[in-house]
């Protein structure tokens, strides 16, 4: 008999703490009033310092995990990992600037003012441009996908993420008459990717050298899991303390943001799931490379979304509502995946 594979309890209820920490910091931003201003205004380069910690903290733990010696088998059978890459940088951003266009520009035009709704565009984009990393880990776990291939997909995209993000974001907001700061926009890359990446590639070489891989994926990885919760949920509390005001004065604005972000996911996996399945891919790299496709690394869509356009800005919010609708989608992507195993 099967073992039922489970998602750890954080994870599961991801979409409630989340819950829980919008409406906290939604309380704590309308008590402290003017008062948030003293954490809002701790920048440096346009970069707010609480924040940017916080996010680190997120990012670090999940670049532990990249082991980029896993690439050099990839050659044995490369298709699952082409078709990777080709759903996650020749499809996706373009479908989700796509979908954010008809919503936010056409269908919620009497809803959104046109020069607002440039960023609620830009916020998708940020979204659609960052594959998901850490969060892929669970769902492969739960699908039954094959780990080490799964690994060798969340590595070989980290690394294109160095050199294709910043250009593919540029050119989708650009075609959205959103004025891009490149410098920012790059300067948001190495603070967030290719700092914590170059710190946990160190932190395992030393960790491993000194005490054992076995030791290092058992004893000292999991002790970083939490770290990284507990960074989203007080970077979330943060955001929404920020986005306060905008919220309460429009609070039908995260409802607005869920649908195409929603309809988006569900998309890229059918797309993913059923081009897979014609590929002749085998379930185990089929799911996680679905999985890959649908969710997103909402840690860096995050960071960037503050550093290009502010804490309290519709960019930011619709990256934050991303992370809020995720988990319970994944979810059932997952039983989907899972319902139709071949």
């Not at 593919?168 to 700061?181: D, M, Q």
Request: glycine share 6%; charged share 10%; proline share 5%.
């Amino acid at each position: 008999m099967s073992e039922t594979k489970k998602i750890a309890f954080f994870e599961k209820y991801l979409t409630l703490w989340v819950a829980l920490c919008i409406g906290a910091g939604i309380l704590i931003g309308h008590l402290a009033g003017d008062d948030i201003s003293v954490l809002s205004d701790l920048e440096i380069y346009n970069v707010n310092l609480p924040i940017a910690i916080l996010i680190w903290l997120m990012i670090y733990p999940m670049m532990l995990q990249i082991d980029f010696g896993s690439i050099k088998g990839v050659g044995k059978a490369p298709k699952g990992l082409i078709w990777t890459l080709v759903i996650n940088w020749l499809i996706k951003p373009f479908t989700m600037a796509f979908f954010a266009w008809i919503f936010f520009d056409q269908l919620y035009s009497a809803y959104i003012e046109p020069d607002m709704a440039g960023e609620y565009i830009a916020g998708a984009i940020l979204l659609g441009v960052a594959p998901c990393t850490a969060m892929v880990f669970v769902w492969s776990y739960l699908t039954d996908g094959d780990p080490n291939y799964t690994l060798v997909q969340v590595s070989v995209n980290d690394l294109i993420i160095l050199v294709a993000f910043v250009p593919l974001v540029g050119f989708l907001l650009g075609i959205t008459n959103v004025t891009v700061p490149y410098g920012t926009l790059v300067a948001s890359v190495v603070i967030f990717v290719v700092v914590p990446l170059l710190a946990g590639v160190i932190t395992s070489k030393i960790m491993i050298q000194k005490k054992g891989e076995d030791w290092f994926k058992k004893e000292f990885l999991p002790k970083f899991k939490p770290v990284s919760i507990i960074a989203l949920l007080l970077t979330l509390i943060l955001l929404f303390a920020f986005q306060g005001p905008n919220i309460l004065n429009n609070p039908l604005i995260i409802l607005l943001i869920a649908v195409p972000l929603i309809i988006q996911t569900y998309f890229i996996f059918f797309l993913a799931w059923f081009g897979g399945r014609k590929l002749k891919l085998r379930h185990a790299v089929c799911a996680p490379a679905s999985m890959i496709g649908a969710s997103n690394f909402f840690e860096l869509a995050v960071a960037v979304a503050i550093a290009l356009f502010g804490l309290d800005s519709p960019a930011a919010l619709v990256t934050v509502v991303g992370v809020l609708v995720e988990v319970p989608v994944m979810l059932h992507l997952v039983s989907l995946a899972n319902k139709w195993k071949y």
